[in-house]
C-alpha cells in the first residue's frame, strides 16, 4: 500500500481557498460566496460532486460538492440566467466542470513543482461515489445565496508503476 | 471585427463570447482545437474574412490549445490570426510555452471583463472609445 500524506500542500491553507473562492465567484458569477456563518447540514444523497486532479510532486483531487438545487442556480448564474430557470443536466454538469475547473487551476497555482490539471468531471451520488477516493486534507463550508457549497481539498497517491 | 472563442466549456464560451459581443466583436465558436481547425478551414472554404482574434483555452479533449496554436502557426494564410490563450494553466512555464509556440498574449481564468479588455487593448485589437 503507498501512503498517502494527509496534509494539503505547501502553500494551500483555508484563507488561501477562501481567497480562491472570492476571485471565481465574483468573475464567474458577480457575487460573493461568503464563508458559513453556521454548520451546514450535511450534503444530501444526490449532491452535485465537481472535480479535478492534480498532477505532480503532489497529487490531489480539488472538488466542489453541492446540493443539486444549488447547482441549478449556480448554472443559471454564470449562464446569465433568471434565478429559478430550468437547466438540463449538461448545463449543470459544463457550469459545475468549469467552476472545479478554474478553482482547481488556481490552487494548482500554489502548489510547488510543476503540475498538471486535469480535465474536469462531475458526479452525483451518496458519498463513496468517484471524486470521494483519498483522505480529505482540506475542507471549507461555504453559502452563496444561503445555499451551501463546500471547497474540499484529497489527497490521492503518488504514481508507482502498479498505479498507472 | 471576427473572434473565435474556443473552450470545452459552453458556459466559458457564452462567457467570453459575451465579454467580446459588448466590446464590438462578432464571434464564432467551437469546442476544442480540432472543431477550432475546422471552422478556420471553413471559413476559408467560404472565401470569408478569417477572424482576427482566436481566444484559446488549453486543457480540452481531442486537440488542446497548444497543438491548436502550434497548427495555426503551421499555416502561412493565417499569420494574420491573433491568438489569445484563455485558461486556467498560470505557470511560468506554461505561460513561456504557449508563447512560444506561437500565442501572442495569456489570460489566466478568472478574470473580470475588464482585464480581459486590457489584453485586448494591448494587441491593439480594442477600438478607442469602444469600453464604456
Redesign the interface.
Known amino acids: 500500500m503507498t501512503a498517502v500524506h494527509a496534509a494539503p500542500p505547501s502553500g494551500v491553507g483555508i484563507t488561501e481557498v477562501l481567497g480562491i473562492a472570492t476571485?471565481?465567484w465574483?468573475?464567474?458569477i458577480g457575487e460573493a460566496a461568503l464563508p458559513s456563518a453556521l454548520p451546514p447540514p450535511p450534503m444530501p444523497d444526490d449532491a452535485v460532486r465537481a472535480s479535478v486532479t492534480i498532477e505532480g510532486p503532489w497529487r490531489g483531487r480539488v472538488q466542489i460538492t453541492c446540493p443539486p438545487l444549488t447547482a441549478s442556480e449556480l448554472?443559471n448564474a454564470?449562464?446569465?440566467q433568471e434565478p429559478g430557470t430550468p437547466v438540463d443536466d449538461e448545463?449543470v454538469i459544463?457550469?459545475l466542470?468549469?467552476l472545479a475547473?478554474?478553482v482547481?487551476?488556481?490552487v494548482?497555482?500554489l502548489v510547488p513543482g510543476?503540475?498538471a490539471?486535469g480535465?474536469p468531471s462531475v458526479s452525483t451520488g451518496p458519498a463513496g461515489a468517484a471524486g470521494t477516493d483519498g483522505p480529505l486534507v482540506l475542507h471549507v463550508d461555504l453559502s452563496w445565496r444561503e445555499m451551501p457549497v463546500c471547497f474540499s481539498i484529497r489527497a490521492l497517491p503518488p504514481h508507482t508503476p502498479d498505479t498507472p | 471585427m471576427h473572434a473565435l472563442v474556443i473552450d470545452d466549456s459552453r458556459a466559458m464560451r457564452r462567457i467570453v463570447s459575451g465579454i467580446l459581443t459588448n466590446l464590438g466583436f462578432s464571434t464564432v465558436e467551437a469546442g476544442d482545437g480540432r472543431a477550432a481547425l475546422d471552422v478556420l478551414e471553413a471559413i476559408e472554404a467560404r472565401g470569408d474574412a478569417l477572424p482576427e482574434l482566436a481566444c484559446v483555452d488549453w486543457n480540452m479533449p481531442r486537440m488542446d490549445g497548444l497543438e491548436f496554436v502550434n497548427h495555426v502557426r503551421s499555416r502561412r494564410e493565417w499569420r494574420n490570426l491573433t491568438m489569445m490563450m484563455v485558461t486556467t494553466e498560470s505557470e511560468h512555464g506554461q505561460i513561456v510555452r504557449a508563447l512560444a509556440a506561437g500565442a501572442h498574449e495569456y489570460m489566466i481564468k478568472p478574470f473580470t471583463p475588464d482585464a480581459f479588455a486590457d489584453k485586448l487593448a494591448l494587441l491593439g485589437l480594442l477600438d478607442a472609445g469602444v469600453r464604456s
Open positions: 476571485d471565481v465574483l468573475a464567474l448554472s454564470v449562464l446569465g448545463d459544463d457550469v466542470g468549469e475547473n478554474v482547481g487551476g488556481a494548482k497555482s510543476s503540475n490539471l480535465l
